[in-house]
């Protein structure tokens, strides 16, 4: 694995990736790409935005604009990420789609990476507002926030539901927690983990989408999976790569062993099950090379698989393994589903996909997928500041 990948490939196609979130800039300046493209190409949408289901995608954009301005410093990157900051603020103050454990993803990639970045303070009260408002999904019998539906009816189908997406949005709890002092936001996050690690990961090492705690017990009731196939036959790729990122995340926050190796579990199962590309379909029901990938999954992986080789001490011998298999999938990705300039595609992965089952942006860019590609690519030739 990834012996003989020149280094200087993962150079050229930041600095391509650099060049389409350059030319993209004046088209999504106060508007958002659309969570997938249509005919290959990503549509203007509102920050909470309906169309192609965008309205928790919309930082995904910020997050690549903020990661071109580390890279070149040219100013008119720093506008616009702070121009959204102000967006940010305004979708919260009005509550536009809000109601849901996807706070985390939005306000870490637009208000964190703001602060983080330029120290800016309407940033930071932003995203710690945000912080607030997801730390108030947090069930206490469940141990978990709970993923969208009302918080005051215990009989409601969504009472203590969480899914695996969940992972990737406890960083703004646990950056809120280091920022303010407040112990709550970290004992949320770090408690929602646990049972993420111990109720959404098979035995197999597949990961369950969905699972249900009882809030009036805590006790737990089942795993499904609802985006994925076949359920326990079955495993949704894209949240297993979910798992494969977040797990490492809130290690790097808790220091809790248990989750290295819980990612380890997950990471095997899904480089276990890559196609002669190395890219994933979109289940891993699915075995034919001919079946559909899903090149996002991949992305975020390439990025678990760096935070868990990061993490992992020197002497642990799988470090090397993941690190090299990170830099395989990631020029396996250049190779075969990175949109070339002449195709007249405004994003930059190939073959994503948001929801099979409903045919929604199948075979399409997604912007998690180019957001996920892009970090991937810092990762591997700059040093990241993270803004999980």
């Known amino acids: 694995l990834a012996k003989d990948i020149d280094n200087k490939v993962f150079f050229d196609a930041l600095e391509q990736t650099i060049n389409v979130v350059r030319n993209n800039l004046d088209h999504f300046t106060e508007k958002f790409p659309s969570a997938g493209g249509v005919d290959g190409v990503y549509q203007p949408t509102n ?38 900051s102000k967006s940010f603020r ?38 710690l507002l945000a912080a607030e408002k997801l730390a108030g999904r947090y069930r206490d019998k469940a141990g978990i926030i709970q993923r969208g539906g009302p918080l005051d009816d215990p009989d409601h189908s969504s009472a203590g539901e969480f899914i695996v997406d969940c992972c990737m949005n406890l960083p703004l709890l646990y950056w809120a927690a280091n920022t303010t002092g407040e112990r709550k936001y970290y004992d949320m996050a770090y ?5 993420a690690a111990t109720y959404m990961v098979r035995d ?16 737990p009731i089942r795993g499904w999976t609802s985006q ?8 949704w790729s894209r949240g297993q790569s979910w798992a494969i990122y977040g797990l490492p995340l809130s290690y790097h926050y808790t220091g809790d062993a248990t989750l290295l190796e819980q990612t380890k579990n997950v990471a095997n199962y899904f480089l276990n099950r890559l196609q002669s590309d190395y ?50 999938l990631m020029a396996k990705l250049i190779e075969n589903y990175m949109y070339k300039e002449d195709e007249g595609s405004n994003g930059i992965l ?3 996909v948001y929801a099979y089952k409903t045919d929604l942006c199948v075979d399409e860019p997604v912007i998690w ?19 999980w």
């Open 90 to 127: 305004e979708r919260y103050e009005t509550n536009d789609i809000l109601d849901h454990h996807d706070i985390g993803f939005l306000y870490s990639l637009s208000c964190v990476a703001a602060y983080k970045i330029t120290e800016d303070e309407f940033s930071k009260e932003t995203a």
């Open 47 to 84: 920050n909470a935005d309906t169309f192609l289901y965008s309205d928790w995608t919309s930082s995904f954009w910020t997050g690549m604009v903020w990661l071109a301005y580390e890279l070149t410093g040219e100013e008119r990157f720093k506008e616009v990420g702070l121009i959204h």
């Open 279 to 328: 890219c994933a379909n979109w289940d891993f029901l699915y075995t034919k090379d001919e079946d559909q990938r899903d090149s996002s999954a991949v992305a975020i992986t390439a990025c678990g698989l760096l935070e868990l080789a990061k993490q992992l001490p020197l002497s642990d011998p799988d470090r090397e393994v993941y690190e090299a298999a990170a830099k395989t």
């Open 191 to 195: 408690t929602h983990i646990q049972k």
């Open 369 to 387: 997928g180019d957001y996920y590609f892009m970090e991937a690519l810092v990762r591997l030739t700059h040093y990241f500041r993270m803004y």
């Open 204 to 219: 197999s090492g597949a990961t369950h989408q969905n699972f249900k705690i009882d809030v009036r017990t805590g006790e």
């Open 350 to 352: 190939k073959a994503g």
């Open 228 to 235: 994925g196939d076949g359920d326990d036959r079955g495993c």
